[in-house]
């Protein structure tokens, strides 16, 4: 009994430490979806994709956690460069079951994301 005890708080602590095998990058493990964008990404995706919707990105927010995040834990938007996110979405997208309208409202929201991360 003490056995399985251990090995499961061993797994729980594994998992809450969990890092990316590919390149040792952090993965977000408990992703945080909320309503409404902040002002920082709402400005952000303003200023990369004039006129955009706002309820895209979003969307796109949302299906990155959700999709993205339900076979595996989610990489720090800044991990990846500009140019890698859109090799990864096409890789991925297909995994997800995104269709190309929402692979590219999550592209938005990644590239988005990534501006302020990158930034600070």
């Not at 090995?7 to 040792?24: D, M, N, P, R």
């Not at 959700?66 to 076979?71: E, H």
């Amino acid at each position: 009994m003490k056995i399985k005890f251990v090995i499961l708080t061993l797994a729980v602590v594994s998992l809450t430490f969990c890092k990316s095998k590919k390149s040792g990058e952090t993965v977000i493990t408990k992703p945080i979806v909320k309503e409404e964008l902040s002002a920082d990404l709402k400005a952000s995706a303003e200023a990369r994709y004039p006129g955009v919707a706002v309820a895209d990105i979003l969307e796109g927010q949302k299906l990155y956690y959700s999709k993205c995040g339900k076979c595996h834990g989610l990489p720090e938007v800044e991990s990846q460069t500009e140019a890698k996110w859109p090799e990864w979405m096409d890789d991925m997208a297909p995994k997800a079951n995104l269709d190309a309208a929402q692979k590219e409202k999550t592209l938005k929201y990644i590239l988005a994301a990534r501006d302020i991360k990158v930034k600070k």
